[in-house]
């Protein structure tokens, strides 16, 4: 009888370990240093890939530095009689 509930308590804890670590993996805001670990763990056999995978990650957040110019509005002014060149200012 001790037997048998050894094996359920230690198949039921074999579950909840797979279970757990299934949604550590899995989840996509996991901040745990298990994915950073496996990261880093991954970077050593295919580095390409990995930095392949950050420069497109790092391409979601870019933006502009500076508004394009239009046409009409050009960025600078060169006066060369007077040798001055002159920046419009930015809005933000």
């Given at each position: 009888m001790?037997?048998?509930?050894?094996?359920?308590?230690?198949?039921?804890?074999?579950?909840?370990?797979?279970?757990?670590?299934?949604?550590?993996?899995?989840?996509?805001?996991?901040?745990?240093?298990?994915?950073?670990?496996?990261?880093?763990?991954?970077?050593?056999?295919?580095?390409?890939?990995?930095?392949?995978?950050?420069?497109?990650?790092?391409?979601?957040?870019?933006?502009?530095?500076?508004?394009?110019?239009?046409?009409?509005?050009?960025?600078?002014t060169?006066?060369?009689a007077?040798?001055?060149?002159?920046?419009?200012?930015?809005?933000?």
């Amino acid at each position: 009888m001790t037997v048998v509930l050894l094996v359920a308590a230690g198949v039921a804890l074999l579950v909840g370990v797979v279970v757990i670590g299934h949604r550590m993996i899995g989840s996509e805001s996991a901040t745990g240093t298990f994915t950073d670990g496996m990261g880093s763990f991954m970077n050593v056999f295919d580095p390409a890939r990995e930095r392949a995978d950050d420069d497109l990650r790092s391409k979601k957040t870019q933006g502009e530095m500076l508004p394009s110019p239009d046409d009409d509005h050009p960025p600078m002014t060169v006066d060369l009689a007077r040798g001055v060149a002159r920046l419009r200012r930015s809005r933000g």
